[in-house]
């Protein structure tokens, strides 16, 4: 039988007994009409696994009943960085949801030339707290207990000007029109993260990609087919774990 996780913020300890957030009881109890006694399981982002059971205390309020605690940790044994060039609408959620699903490490959004969206400086904080709360219902429903984190939004001369002050020693950049395949490139070590640079929709312009080769990273073509921005995150990432990673 499947175990209900929800995310829970803090250390747990045997035997305690914690009242879940307005938000996770609202879930437990009207989205999935949990009842009394429900077996459940916590995780706190940070690798620890708490299981227990679910005490309904009223209508709209719950207990959490811990019985035992563990560290878990079946992150990817490859550590990725998602550069997501910022998309519209459903497509950038999509992008983050299943990057998460496939093991990503952490994203880091950015915005580039060709970016249709526009966010004030009040508004940015904002959305990336909701795409954090995506990342975290992803991490739920696919069992991770290491919660990706989603890293403050910059624009791409900023990204870049960064990468190349920590001196960042693996990247691949998506380009289309690139002659290179991932079969020719070598397998970095694998505490070195590697860096995924992918374009919003209508892609990188060709500055963008010449300025990402002049900081170190490697321009490769996914096949003969273009793949919209929200399809070639996941793969990428699907790929790398089929060479490197979980599914190797």
Not at 75 to 82: G, N, R
Not at 87 to 99: E, F, T, V
Not at 115 to 125: A, F, G, T
């Amino acid at each position: 039988m499947r175990i209900t996780r929800l995310f829970l913020e803090g250390n747990f300890q045997e035997n305690e007994t914690i009242a879940l957030p307005k938000e996770q009881a609202h879930y437990a109890l009207t989205v999935l009409r949990l009842k009394n006694g429900y077996l459940i399981e916590a995780f706190n982002g940070k690798g620890l696994v708490a299981r227990g059971k679910l005490v309904v205390t009223s209508r709209r309020t719950a207990d959490f009943s811990i019985e035992s605690v563990e560290e878990s940790n079946n992150e990817s044994p490859i550590h990725t960085v998602l550069v997501q060039g910022i998309s519209k609408g459903d497509r950038m959620d999509y992008s983050i949801q299943k990057a998460v699903e496939l093991g990503v490490s952490a994203i880091q959004p950015v915005f580039t030339e060709r970016c249709d969206v526009k966010l004030q400086d009040d508004k940015l904080e904002k959305r990336r707290n909701q795409w954090q709360a995506i990342v975290i219902n992803a991490c739920e429903q696919s069992g991770r207990n290491l919660v990706p984190e989603i890293l403050p939004i910059k624009n791409y001369q900023a990204w870049l000007t960064e990468i190349q002050a920590n001196q960042i020693l693996f990247g691949l950049v998506l380009d289309p029109y690139s002659n290179n395949h991932i079969a020719n490139v070598a397998q970095p070590k694998t505490t070195t993260p590697i860096h995924l640079l992918i374009g919003p929709e209508g892609g990188l312009t060709d500055s963008e990609v010449e300025q990402s080769k002049k900081a170190g990273l490697t321009p490769i073509q996914l096949g003969p087919r273009i793949l919209r921005t929200e399809t070639a995150g996941p793969a990428i990432l699907a790929i790398l774990q089929t060479l490197w990673g979980d599914f190797s």
